[in-house]
């Protein structure tokens, strides 16, 4: 996708702190952390949100959980524990329409996951 910000990240075009990359899944830190530890995974294929995947897409999703499943231990977070947030449309305040995951560690979060 031309216009999309996370497409020009994967293509180099705007530059990005990469913490994994492979053939179909990237991750790279959040330019504005909401915690010690804020990571966005997403997958190479430029999919909007939940919404657009199919099961097209089920080794692609499995493999995103793969990553997440890796770089929580690769970060040592996996024992203290880490919170996933994906949003979806206005409602959630989805503002980079390419699917992607929030890793968030390093603290003790919230009770509130809606605010
Ligand atoms: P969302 O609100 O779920 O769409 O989250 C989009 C996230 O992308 C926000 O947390 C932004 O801080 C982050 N973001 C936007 N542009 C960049 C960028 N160039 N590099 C890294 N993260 C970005
Ligand atoms: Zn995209």
């Keep these: 996708m031309d216009d999309c ?4 990240i994967i293509q180099g075009k705007i530059p990005s702190e990469k913490v994994y990359e492979d053939n179909e899944v990237l991750a790279f830190k ?4 909401a915690a ?15 919404l657009e995947v199919s099961p097209k897409d089920s080794d ?6 793969q990553t ?3 770089l929580a231990k690769d970060l040592g977070v996996e024992k203290d524990g880490f919170r996933i ?4 449309g206005r409602d959630s305040g989805q503002e980079v329409m390419h699917l992607h995951f929030h890793l968030l560690a390093g ?3 919230g009770p509130k996951i809606v605010s």
């Design 85 to 88: 947030i994906t949003n979806c």
């Design 5 to 8: 910000i996370f497409c020009k």
């Design 60 to 65: 692609l999703i499995v493999k995103i959980f």
């Design 107 to 109: 603290k003790k979060m």
């Design 30 to 33: 959040d330019i504005q952390p």
């Design 36 to 50: 010690p530890i804020h990571i966005l995974v997403i997958p190479k294929k430029h999919i909007e949100n939940i």
């Design 68 to 70: 997440i499943n890796k």
